[in-house]
């Protein structure tokens, strides 16, 4: 009987070895695989949002194509320098946006006359 457990216990240890290569090995490849993910990712992220909301997109071309070429270059640094010293103002701006083309409530159209006749 203590035949069989040290050979169970053998077994055992073999397997956790195997597990851990196999974690290493897994480990391996999701490090390899996480950058282009990424990327794939804010790419359906970027058509997502461009499918959600055309009326930017057809804006923003129609701006670019009005611009001439020096144009189109200064106003995309000072477009990409805003961005980044200014992002939360972008976002409150973003919200703001949101907020007026978002549909109202249906109870916040009632009045308080309304709702003491109830």
Known sequence: ????LVELAYRRKRLVQRISEQRADMLVLTQQWHKP???ADSGVKTFQVMRNHPAWVAGGLTALLAWRRKGIVRLIKTGWRLAYLYPSAILAGYKYLSALTSPRDAKS??????????
């Open 109 to 118: 159209d009632e009045t308080d006359d309304d709702l003491e006749n109830r």
């Open 37 to 39: 993910l990424a990327l």
């Open 1 to 4: 009987m203590s035949n069989q």
